[in-house]
């Protein structure tokens, strides 16, 4: 069959229209699962739109690491599903087209998705983070209250400990305020003041706090002295801990890694395998696990969409899910052990997609040949569960 024949054309024109719609609606998820953060900043912290915005824009690659493999596989099963429905398959085998032919437009179907993946994972991600980081340290400069937390202890701050029991937001007022101040080695400060308020300087990277009404206490262990002063105004600067170091001296965490910088520091921690270590490993293997990903999904929707019985979109949606929590429980799984050390990390990355493929080929070979596999077993559970469980409650009444 010809790469570029009018089925393969077809084919991928029925695929890319539910693998759009899929990346929209599965996006609009993950973002609703933001909303309350969002409304938090906004209503609490008067954060602008545009910054919400661009906040959520940078956070896009982790998301689209996960929902493009799933769109994929969404749009796969769905297709094949409605030919199967609209026995347009059945037309194909009468026309002498074998189900393997079909691999050629899903596979590259496949290809689209995971270089999209690729891209996502090992260029998106890493820029996404560190783009994130630097938006969130000015927000916090713009507005210090949102990098603080009410009755707890704050030590974002070098050498001080602050303490705020209540912050009211109309007036950017702290309330109840206690700190202790360990930046001169030989006093340790203990103050305490009813309210205050916290100013970011951009220019300087660091923090005004003014406090009023309040008290100082002051404690030499060496010279054995102490004394207490009370004021009316009281003034502080403070220093955020390392406030520059990850964002100008190159990213801390794997995720906001380069390949790179991936394999640097594998290669340098080889000896010292620590935690770290097997998580850095992990975040080189998933960068490339997860684009083959779509492969391994869009080989297991083709079989499946054409064994099911059931030729309803419903029901697709509901089977997609289905196999995408279980993959996604599998590389779950294979993560924490792998963090662990029970096992090679790249184990944990790679048996996802060998076990969906293997399901995939298993049970693409039995559909070629004619042997029927009843796959809709979950909406049937589903029944005989609803079933039960409304006899239980008839017998209560």
């Known amino acids: 069959m010809k790469i570029n024949s009018v089925l393969n054309r077809y084919i991928l024109r029925e695929l890319f229209q539910p693998f759009f719609l899929s990346i929209i609606f599965l996006t609009f998820i993950f973002l609703m699962t933001r909303m309350l953060d ?10 602008s739109a545009w910054t919400i915005a661009r906040l959520l824009f940078y956070s896009m690659p982790f998301f689209l690491e996960f929902i493009i493999p799933m769109s994929v596989m969404m749009a796969a099963l769905l297709t094949f599903l409605r030919l199967s429905g609209d026995n347009e398959i059945v037309a194909l085998k009468a026309g002498g087209v074998s189900l393997y032919n079909l691999l050629v437009p899903l596979f590259a179907f496949c290809l689209v998705g995971a270089l999209l993946t690729g891209f996502m994972a090992i260029y998106g991600l890493p820029n996404g983070r560190m783009a994130t980081k630097r938006l969130a340290f000015n927000a916090i400069l713009d507005n ?27 007036k950017d007022e702290l309330l109840d305020i206690f700190i202790e101040d360990s930046r001169n080695k030989d006093v340790i400060s203990t103050i305490v003041a009813p309210r205050g308020y916290l100013r970011g300087e951009k220019e300087k990277f660091s923090f005004h706090l003014r406090l009023y009404d309040g008290s100082v206490n002051q404690v030499n262990p060496k010279a054995k002295t102490s004394y207490m002063l009370n004021f009316q105004t009281y003034d502080m600067e403070l220093q955020l801990k390392n406030p520059t170091e990850s964002i100008q001296n190159g990213p801390k965490d ?11 520091y ?20 998933k960068k490339f696990s997860m684009p083959l990903a779509c492969f391994a999904l869009g080989l297991l929707a083709l079989p499946l969409g054409i064994q099911s019985r059931l030729a309803r979109r419903s029901f697709g949606v509901g089977l997609g899910m289905f196999f995408f929590m279980v993959y996604y429980m599998l590389l779950s799984a294979g993560w924490v052990f792998g963090e662990a050390g029970v096992y090679p990390p790249w184990i944990g990355m790679w048996v996802p997609n060998i076990v969906m493929a293997s399901i995939g080929g298993f049970l693409l070979v039995l559909t070629a040949n004619e042997y029927f596999i009843r796959v809709d077993f979950i909406s049937d559970f589903a029944r005989a569960v609803s079933k039960y469980i409304s006899t239980l ?3 209560k009444k």
């Open 393 to 395: 409650k008839r017998r």
């Open 144 to 170: 210090v209250n949102i990098g603080l937390e009410a009755r707890r202890f704050n030590d974002k701050f070098d050498g001080v400990m602050l303490y705020v029991n209540r912050m009211d937001h109309e």
């Open 266 to 285: 594998i290669k340098e921690n080889d000896a010292n395998k620590t935690a770290q270590y097997y998580l850095t490993l992990m975040e080189l293997h």
């Open 254 to 264: 794997e995720e906001e890694m380069s390949i790179p910088e991936l394999r640097q």
């Open 38 to 47: 969002i409304a938090n900043m906004i209503v609490n912290y008067r954060v």
